[in-house]
């Protein structure tokens, strides 16, 4: 059976007045149908940036080298025209804030209604049909009057619903949600969740989740790939690794997260120091400037990639000194 989507050595460059950013290196990515794959790191790792590739949303001073395979056709070959017919149809996307995806002059119903007119050939009374449907099923209240409502005239959640209702309207093989959470309150957040997972698991579509947040990342996909500088640090099955923590900066992400018991007077764990300048990455590892066991030859050649075991690999210099450190004392 072929492979769904196989990315194969990405790299995205930015062109800016003080040289190319390189946003994403050397990435690499295998997804069948049906995965569930969790992409976490902090902000300018390059998480949203492989989003955009995927769906041939980059800025126009963006330069790609690599392939990306949608079942077996490299997208970076395509033509705009050609992506018209591949984005909504065959990958769609949740974006993270839908007051700014979604467009304001027009209802939500004639939003959702496009892609179904355009991609399916339905006619307007069926589009109109398959729309009320479609926000009924994402748990839109009384569908039927909705459809005629603007944005601003929904809720933030309700927003993020009709986002939702959008991107699965085509039956999509993928569906990308970027922070699809974000500004939402924390029960709202979990009715989205909770959404997302139930209408994958319904479609046996892949997903491919991007969030700030691990437990969202624990409760929702079966695999995760962790980004820093533009690049995997760490990839393997979710349980496996959120066990078996093994890069530094891996650690110092769940380091970072608030315990249960803490005191509200204790603060937080934080790693040192800030995301390395795209544009003058150093040559070795892009973590060691933050790094608690960086060494001499860490800046100067990048690691290689180490296999730990199901499917479980990672890229450190000082691999060995990074697994007697998973209890946790790394950043204490």
Do not use: W
């Amino acid at each position: 059976m072929m492979t769904l989507l196989d990315i194969k050595n990405l790299d995205i460059s930015l062109q800016t007045a003080m040289g190319p950013a390189r946003a994403v290196r050397n990435l690499n990515i295998t997804m069948e149908k049906g995965e569930t794959l969790g992409i976490v790191g902090e902000s300018g790792c390059g998480k949203s940036m492989t989003a955009l590739a995927l769906m041939g949303l980059l800025p126009e001073n963006a330069q790609t080298t690599g392939e990306i395979l949608l079942s077996g056709e490299d997208l970076l070959t395509k033509t705009e025209k050609d992506m018209c017919k591949i984005r909504g149809n065959r990958m769609a996307m949740i974006f993270q804030e839908p007051m700014t995806s979604l467009n304001p002059v027009y209802t939500v119903g004639r939003q959702i209604m496009e892609p179904l007119r355009l991609h399916r050939g339905l006619s307007k009374s069926e589009a109109y049909d398959e729309a009320v449907r479609l926000l009924d099923r994402v748990g839109i209240p009384n569908p039927s009057e909705r459809v005629y409502n603007h944005p601003h005239q929904l809720s933030g959640g309700q927003r993020q619903r009709v986002m939702i209702a959008l991107a699965l309207s085509c039956s999509p093989d993928i569906l990308i949600a970027d922070e699809p959470t974000t500004a939402l309150d924390v029960t709202i957040q979990a009715q989205i969740l909770d959404l997302i997972h139930s209408l994958v698991t319904e479609e046996g579509m892949a997903l491919i989740l991007i969030s700030h947040d691990l437990g969202v990342i624990a409760e929702n996909t079966q695999k995760v790939m962790v980004m820093y500088g533009g690049t995997i640090v760490e990839s393997g099955e979710t349980d496996h690794i959120f066990s078996e923590l093994t890069h530094p900066y891996t650690q110092g992400l769940f380091a970072a997260m608030p315990k249960l018991g803490m005191g509200r007077k204790k603060r937080l764990t934080t790693i040192p120091g800030t995301v390395p300048d795209l544009i003058n990455l150093p040559q070795g590892c892009t973590f060691t400037d933050r790094c608690p066991l960086a060494s001499g030859g860490c800046r100067e050649t990048m690691p290689g990639l180490s296999d730990l075991g199901n499917g479980h690999t990672v890229i450190c210099h000082n691999l060995e000194q990074a697994k007697d450190t998973r209890n946790g004392e790394l950043y204490s």
